[in-house]
């Protein structure tokens, strides 16, 4: 079975903070780099923070010293921690391989539901 499965968001103040929680399938998670990525509202989905199977990790520009990633490869998770929240950190949070993942026998990128996250200023 395979799936994406994100959890932790809700709704925060300004300077607060969030972990975020993705379960994947081992098919997906296996030995490939995951990455989380940020939809905010009327906006393209963006790739924030990335780690490898190896654990190195890479953030953008806009979450760097604020959030970390971090993965538990024996339980297929991958977690984000989101520190200092600010009020364009809104949006829906998304889970994947990186590149996303997208498998022949679905003919486009398999996402999940994600989770919200909203942060009031």
């Known amino acids: 079975q395979v799936q994406l499965v994100e959890s932790g968001g809700g709704l925060v103040q300004a300077g607060g903070s969030l972990r975020l929680s993705c379960a994947a399938s081992?098919?997906?998670?296996?030995?490939?780099?995951m990455g989380w990525y940020h939809q905010a509202p009327g906006k393209q989905r963006e790739l924030v923070a990335t780690?490898?199977?190896?654990?190195?990790?890479n953030y953008a520009d806009s979450v760097k010293g604020r959030f970390t990633i971090s993965r538990d490869n024996a339980k297929n998770t991958v977690h984000l921690q989101m520190n200092s929240l600010k009020p364009d950190d809104t949006g829906l949070y998304y889970c994947?391989?990186?590149?996303?993942?997208?498998?022949?026998?679905?003919?486009?990128?398999?996402w999940g539901k994600g989770t919200l996250v909203t942060v009031s200023s």
């Open positions: 780690i490898t199977s190896g654990g190195n990790t």
């Open positions: 081992g098919s997906i998670f296996s030995t490939n780099a």
């Open positions: 994947n391989t990186n590149p996303p993942y997208s498998p022949r026998w679905y003919g486009v990128e398999y």
